[in-house]
């Protein structure tokens, strides 16, 4: 079940489907939902990022994916979530229920398309994910992931990285010792720049490209 919340962490908000929702702050690595919570919500980054992820009986954790600012996620066709959702820093969500959004989309086709949208564009991402796990070496997935982060977080040839490197390792199926390794290579081959463990400079985003692909 969801956390209770305290009502001096809800702020009201306009979502973009029109309606007020409340907005709920979370610490870094704070639980937003767990696995096997009843999927109440459909939940939109407000700011922060949070990750996505499943953890095995042995204990090896798969995360499925990162979240950031503007990015909806909590979605799920059954009644109960499949994945633990986490913040990776202090992050604000905001909450919509899905009754609420269901009822909307039954009456106006825009809200209906909207989630049509966001339905598929989940899928596609997870297709993207699959493929990177079954076919790209160490080198092409981690320099997909730093691409996909500049992509998605506007920054540019700077990233202010969010996410550890175990949590990169988790999402890219290497050991966090061949993440390291790579980014280490990558900054020797002059194509990235690390001045702080949590910051990257993209040196030469058409080599990271090709390198990719």
Same mark, same amino acid.
């Given at each position: 079940m969801l956390s209770p919340l305290r009502q001096t962490d809800l702020t009201p908000t306009v979502a973009p489907f029109g309606f007020t929702g409340p907005c709920l702050r979370h610490a870094r690595d704070e639980e937003?939902? $767990?696995?096997? @919570?009843? $999927? @109440?919500?459909?939940?939109?980054? &407000? *700011?922060? *990022?949070?990750?996505?992820?499943r953890t095995l009986r042995d204990g090896r954790r798969q995360i499925d994916e990162f979240h950031f600012a503007g990015d909806y996620f909590g979605l799920e066709a059954g009644e109960l979530h499949r994945v633990t959702a986490e913040a990776m820093t202090d992050t604000t969500v905001r909450m919509v229920r899905?009754?609420?959004? *269901? @009822?909307? $989309?039954?009456?106006? +086709?825009?809200?209906?398309?909207?989630?049509?949208r966001l339905t598929v564009e989940g899928l596609q991402r997870s297709q993207d994910h699959v493929l990177m796990l079954g076919r790209k070496t160490a080198r092409e997935r981690v320099v997909g992931l730093l691409i996909d982060?500049?992509?998605?977080?506007?920054?540019?040839?700077?990233? @202010?990285? +969010?996410? /550890?490197?175990?949590?990169?390792?988790?999402?890219?199926?290497?050991? &966090?010792?061949?993440? /390291?390794?790579?980014?280490?290579?990558?900054? $020797?081959?002059?194509? &990235?720049?690390? +001045?702080?463990?949590?910051? &990257?400079?993209?040196?030469?985003?058409?080599?990271?490209r090709r390198l990719a692909n």
């Open positions: 937003v939902f $767990a696995e096997g @919570d009843t $999927a @109440d919500y459909v939940y939109q980054v &407000i *700011s922060g *990022s949070v990750r996505t992820c899905l009754g609420v959004l *269901s @009822d909307l $989309a039954a009456r106006k +086709p825009h809200v209906a398309r909207a989630l049509f982060l500049a992509d998605r977080t506007g920054g540019g040839g700077e990233l @202010d990285v +969010p996410m /550890s490197r175990q949590d990169m390792a988790d999402y890219l199926g290497l050991t &966090i010792e061949t993440v /390291s390794r790579t980014l280490t290579q990558l900054q $020797a081959d002059g194509v &990235i720049a690390i +001045p702080t463990t949590r910051h &990257i400079v993209l040196c030469d985003g058409v080599a990271l």
